[in-house]
């Protein structure tokens, strides 16, 4: 009943990678659709959609992720949808990951100083010129590194979506763990892993940060 | 459907949810405190220490901030004890949040002691003071102001984070759902009476780090 | 024996030679203006004077101290040398009376009750006692440099070296500073000042000495210096200066 590790192990805990990368990308595009409205909400100049971006953030930002996924994945089965691991956790992650993108990025469209909106103004472009020309390819240009740095973190955290049984590369440890009894090194694996994915991507976000400051 | 059920359940395990939440305290408090000290000291070496610590203590940060938290923490309560070191629940769960918060302290300090302006440093020197003299009267203080946000922030993260010490069965207050869950049946109300604690912690937390950054920073 | 001796002192910045065999030599009691185009090497030449710019080759001596030799106890060196910045570079989280008794009592080991004492009688001297409580960002730029000064003057120092010090102030403050300086000159205290002020180098300095390309091009008594200039280097210098 307990086998020896081997091989074919590491080989499934490389295939469960590919889900973590899924779920990563899920999250990262429904954090996207939210975390773009936040933004612009964010960073308007009426307050009430200001003040609802604050709220949405503030509320996401206060409470721990794991218990965002099982409020997903106990509130969609009331609900009546008995839905997927995967469904529940992406949602959780979506909502999760807007807020923090939301905040990046509003702090990204802040940052660009109120003299760039008069110089599109003074050369006659409208509203939406302005963004698309102007505001915009500034805004991602600042939003580029921290945004790099925030999907590191997604990475690590979509370890949580286990809990909720979606086998992702941390089920996966577990599920050989409890196959083989050797916890010490499927975990050790399980680390490396996630630090193989993780680092290049930090070391990237460091030198996309290096760069934005030399072009200043 | 929930009206009736969330009254009676906050209500009857209300023992539970609070033994729950006096654990995430006392773990977030010790973590924090320990984590910022830890974090500190690393930051230092990191500044000012010698090429060879200096690059242990990377590695150490680097390994740890590109790996998930619940990972470290599986491999240090079920990986240790096959290689000879069994720790409790409580212990293990200390042993991960303060390894992980140590690693991230460091970097914001870091950054924080390199923010000083070398002009600064400068105008220690030529006072005559020594390099830990200079540390400690011009550098610590300033460097900690400038990155107070970040570090109460993380610390915020922190206090969040200890939710995950539920997966090995400590009993802080998201495992005291699991619990209630398991008496009631009632997941989402249980979850979303909790999420509303963690929510109250969260606000009381920022609103302490706020009110320490007016005593320690600001003056009369 | 001069005070202050330099002897081609050869110093540079990668490929950049900053100071080329620089030889200067400064008595107790002097009071030596230095001036220059910038890139001339003339806050360099001063910062090697108390250790914080290594030198490739050549000898710096300060008081019987050779600067660069490792063996040197520049902390005790330090607290003879006093150097006030462009920047001031007050500590702002302390207050002004904290940042003058830093250096006498971690340096120098005086009681605090003392160094008190000694703070108070620095700020007399440069005219801000009132201030001893307050922070360095509720100054103005001329009285966060005077606080610098007597943060200086708090070690009592042999030689006091100044480096554009009132450059960075806006020009109704400059004058508040300068007052201080002629008033540390008459008070007999050796001063090394790198300058812009023409009109205070000429009042106020023994000698002056021009800067250019690295070296000492040309020095010699104010007056006769303002007035007499030897090299076209040093005429092209002042008509562009003193217009």
């Known amino acids: 009943m307990i086998r020896e590790l081997a091989w074919l192990d590491l080989y499934y805990l490389v295939l469960a990678l590919r889900w973590t990368v899924v779920l990563t990308l899920l999250a990262l595009a429904g954090g996207s659709v939210v975390g773009v409205l936040v933004a612009a909400g964010g960073a308007a100049q009426h307050v009430v959609p200001r003040l609802l971006a604050k709220t949405y953030v503030g509320l996401v930002q206060g409470i721990p992720l794991l218990a965002w996924l099982f409020i997903f994945y106990f509130g969609l089965s009331i609900i009546g949808y008995d839905l997927p691991p995967l469904v529940a956790a992406t949602v959780g992650f979506s909502v999760y990951a807007g807020a923090f993108l939301g905040e990046i990025w509003r702090g990204a469209l802040v940052a660009i100083p109120r003299t760039q909106w008069e110089a599109g103004t003074a050369i006659g472009l409208t509203y939406i010129e302005q963004l698309r020309h102007v505001i915009i390819p500034q805004a991602v240009r600042i939003a580029i590194p921290p945004t790099v740095g925030f999907l590191v973190q997604l990475i690590k955290n979509t370890s949580l979506a286990a809990v909720i049984g979606f086998v992702e590369l941390t089920r996966e440890g577990q599920m050989t763990t409890a196959a083989t009894f050797q916890p010490f090194a499927v975990y050790l694996l399980v680390a490396a892993l996630y630090f193989s994915l993780c680092y290049p991507l930090t070391r990237y976000s460091r030198i996309l940060e290096g760069r934005r400051r030399a072009v200043r | ?220 | 024996m001069p005070f202050v001796e330099l002897k081609s002192v050869v110093k540079r910045y990668g490929n950049n030679t900053v100071l080329r065999d620089v030889d200067l030599a400064v008595e107790k009691g002097e009071i030596v203006a230095i001036i220059g185009r910038s890139g001339s090497g003339k806050s360099t030449m001063l910062r090697c004077i108390n250790g914080l710019e290594p030198v490739q080759s050549g000898q710096v001596i300060v008081d019987g101290v050779a600067v660069h030799d490792p063996k040197a106890d520049l902390r005790a060196l330090r607290a003879r040398v006093g150097i006030v910045f462009q920047s001031f570079n007050l500590f702002p989280h302390l207050t002004v009376e904290r940042n003058i008794t830093l250096g006498p009592t971690i340096v120098k080991g005086i009681p605090a009750s003392e160094a008190a004492v000694l703070a108070r009688e620095a700020l007399r001297k440069v005219g801000l006692e009132e201030k001893i409580h307050a922070y360095a960002d509720e100054l103005s730029g001329g009285q966060q440099q005077r606080v610098a000064i007597a943060r200086s003057l708090a070690m009592s120092p042999n030689i006091m070296l100044f480096d554009e010090i009132t450059s960075a102030l806006d020009p109704e403050l400059v004058g508040e500073v300068l007052l201080v300086l002629e008033a540390m000159a008459r008070d007999g205290m050796t001063m090394l000042l790198v300058t812009h002020e023409m009109n205070f180098a000429r009042r106020v300095a023994d000698r002056v000495v021009f800067m250019n390309q690295g070296k000492v091009w040309e020095q010699g008594p104010a007056k006769e210096f303002f007035a007499n200039p030897q090299t076209e280097e040093l005429r092209a210098f002042l008509s562009a200066v003193l217009h």
Not at chain 2, 76 to 94: E, H
Request: net charge positive.
């Open chain 2, 1 to 220: 459907m929930s009206y009736n059920f969330q009254f009676r359940d906050v209500f009857a395990q209300k023992a539970a949810i609070f033994d729950g939440l006096v654990v995430t305290l006392e773990l977030s408090a010790i973590t924090i405190g320990l984590g910022f000290i830890l974090g500190t000291l690393a930051a230092a070496v990191l500044v000012y220490g010698r090429p060879w610590a200096r690059s242990s203590v990377r590695i150490y940060v680097e390994v740890i901030r590109n790996t998930p938290l619940i990972v470290q923490l599986f491999l240090i309560f079920f990986g240790l004890p096959s290689i000879g070191i069994r720790l409790d629940v409580m212990t293990a769960s200390v042993l991960a949040l303060t390894i992980n918060l140590t690693a991230y302290t460091a970097e914001i300090v870091r950054a924080g002691f390199e923010s000083v302006p070398k002009s600064q440093i400068e105008a220690g020197v030529s006072l005559g003071l020594t390099g830990p003299q200079i540390f400690r009267h011009v550098v610590l203080l300033p460097a900690l102001r400038n990155v107070y946000p970040s570090l109460s922030s993380q610390f915020v993260l922190l206090m969040l984070a200890t939710s995950i010490v539920s997966q090995i069965s400590a009993a802080d207050l998201f495992h005291a759902g699991s619990i209630i869950q398991s008496r009631t049946f009632r997941d989402f109300e249980v979850y979303t009476v909790i999420s509303v604690l963690y929510l109250c912690l969260t606000l009381l937390m920022r609103g302490g780090f706020s009110l320490l950054y007016h005593l320690l920073f600001r003056r009369p």
